[in-house]
């Protein structure tokens, strides 16, 4: 059984997605294979929409706090209501990076299905159709060492036509980017398209066959995200190519001559940089044949 009333005996290897999905049928639970679609975007069995809620700090209660008790993200939306008044068919995911300073808790309270993980580890297990359920945990009991940043997750499941419900209290302080910036470039590393340092293109010519000419584009960095690379083949010919890993291009010249190629970047988090390269371009002689012809005296 893969969640049940009393919390017991969830799969964990749930894949990581940053998105919400609608489930078709109020998100039956029949065999491991409906389960494995709750969280994943199949076609014709779910929607996947983004939604983005809001937790405030409470001054008085010293921590982030958010209170929905009418939680019904996709009214109206996905397969729609089916003349429910609200759409009670989806999964709501959460993930995001947290650094544990000391003495952090967090508090949730909803339905139907909660699963809550801190560091990969299920700390708050609500599984099963139910009413509003609470759970909580203290950070300090979970092993954690102070200073150093962890994955926070959470899934919520509405699949019981009722109500629908989400309170959380924490003093979690969550960072969807992270906290570690490996480049020192006020962008932490999670957010950096280019997170262990910019741009360092290069341009190589590789081969010559005729006139058709190979080149190798080298970025020099780790991208998480394509980059535009922007070329400049010296004839009068440009083009450009989306890429986040190293890269072959190939041009054909319409004339033989010396060409000047430039390849140039200039991308958000990965900074600017440009590269040139000379090709030469010859024309081959046509091989000559003479022909002796002697006359006998």
């Not at 010559?208 to 004839?235: E, H, M, Q, Y």
Request: hydrophobic share 30%; aromatic share 12%.
């Amino acid at each position: 059984m893969l969640g049940s009333q009393n919390g017991h005996g969830l799969r964990k290897d749930w894949s990581r997605q940053k998105t919400r999905t609608h489930c078709r049928r109020r998100c039956l639970l029949i065999s491991s294979d409906s389960f494995n679609k709750w969280f994943r975007s199949v076609p014709g069995e779910n929607y996947v929409f983004d939604y983005s809620i809001t937790a405030y700090w409470n001054e008085n209660n010293k921590a982030y706090e958010y209170n929905n008790p009418q939680f019904f993200p996709l009214d109206d939306r996905g397969f729609g209501n089916e003349d429910k008044g609200h759409n009670f068919g989806f999964c709501y995911e959460i993930h995001s990076q947290f650094a544990y300073l000391g003495g952090e808790s967090f508090y949730l309270e909803g339905d139907d299905d909660v699963w809550v993980f801190f560091n990969d580890k299920l700390v708050v297990d609500l599984g099963g159709v139910h009413g509003p359920y609470d759970g909580s945990v203290s950070l300090d009991s979970l092993d954690l060492t102070v200073g150093y940043t962890y994955n926070f997750d959470l899934f919520i499941c509405e699949r019981h036509v009722d109500g629908s419900s989400m309170t959380f209290s924490t003093t979690v302080k969550l960072d969807p980017c992270g906290t570690l910036d490996s480049d020192k470039d006020g962008s932490c590393d999670l957010c950096d398209n280019c997170p262990y340092g910019d741009l360092d293109l290069q341009l190589d010519v590789v081969s010559v066959n005729g006139r058709t000419v190979s080149f190798d584009i080298v970025l020099g960095a780790a991208v998480r995200n394509p980059v535009d690379v922007k070329l400049d083949f010296g004839d009068g010919v440009t083009s450009s190519t989306s890429i986040n890993v190293d890269s072959s291009v190939i041009h054909t010249y319409a004339k033989a001559g010396t060409y000047t190629v430039t390849a140039s970047v200039d991308a958000s988090g990965c900074g600017s940089d440009t590269d040139t390269v000379d090709t030469k371009i010859g024309t081959r002689k046509a091989p000559s044949c003479t022909k002796t012809v002697t006359t006998p005296l």
